[in-house]
């Protein structure tokens, strides 16, 4: 009964090499969310997609990029991995903007070598 | 810009002791405070927000705008209740549900 997947659970990557980190949701939720997280550190937001609405941080680097192709699934883009980008990377969803809960999956980390 | 400060990185008590997780924040305007927890080898979890005002698995925690802090309470801890803990903050009305999280306190109840 998954609510937010995420594929793969480990990733590992090589410096510069381009790699997509992917979510999907059964909840049907308009908001998907991506965040990152560093060891020891707090969950800092990248961006988020309010239907297909994107909304990027002022903060999140270039060489990150999002894609929604459809309400069930969000993918993150690293276009070139720096070792500095090696963390936990959690999706989320919340049903819509008025709604305050957030679901997270279980994670991916990455690895860059 | 809000901030969202948990003073301890862990905290570790003794089952039926007291526990209290401390959380400051800071923001300008009217915020909904959280407290996420993820226990061992799950996702992170809503656990109780203060705009609901519940008792979750025991805990309690009050919005005090004047210290600006948002502490999460139980008396009475038990061994399940070990976890990493969040704090976090969301502006009230805000369009995009923005959460800023604190950076976590691990719990460790002892048997």
């Known amino acids: 009964d998954a609510m937010v997947i995420q594929n793969p659970r480990y990733q590992v990557t090589q410096f510069g090499k381009p790699v997509t980190l992917s979510c999907s949701q059964t909840?049907?939720?308009?908001?998907m969310y991506w965040y990152q997280q560093k060891s020891s550190q707090a969950p800092k937001l990248l961006f988020h997609?309010?239907?297909?609405?994107?909304?990027n941080e002022a903060d999140t680097p270039d060489n990150f990029q999002s894609r929604r192709p459809n309400t069930s699934f969000c993918f993150l883009d690293i276009r070139s991995p720096g070792l500095g980008d090696a963390a936990m990377y959690l999706c989320?969803?919340?049903?819509?903007?008025?709604?305050?809960?957030?679901?997270f999956g279980p994670g991916t980390r990455l690895t860059v070598t | 810009a809000q901030r969202v400060t948990q003073p301890e990185k862990l905290l570790s008590v003794f089952k039926g002791a007291p526990v209290e997780l401390k959380c400051n924040y800071s923001?300008?305007?009217?915020?909904?405070l959280f407290w996420y927890v993820q226990y061992s080898r799950q996702r992170l979890q809503l656990l109780l927000r203060h705009i609901s005002r519940e008792s979750i698995k025991g805990f309690t925690a009050d919005l005090n705008k004047g210290e600006t802090s948002f502490h999460l309470k139980k008396p009475f801890a038990q061994e399940e209740d070990s976890a990493m803990y969040y704090c976090?903050?969301?502006?009230?009305?805000?369009?995009?549900?923005?959460?800023?999280f604190g950076g976590g306190t691990r719990l460790m109840v002892k048997p």
């Open positions: 989320a969803t919340s049903r819509s903007r008025g709604s305050y809960e957030q679901y």
């Open positions: 909840l049907n939720h308009n908001v």
């Open positions: 923001y300008s305007g009217s915020p909904e």
């Open positions: 976090a903050l969301s502006p009230l009305n805000n369009a995009g549900n923005m959460l800023t």
């Open positions: 997609y309010y239907d297909k609405d994107f909304n």
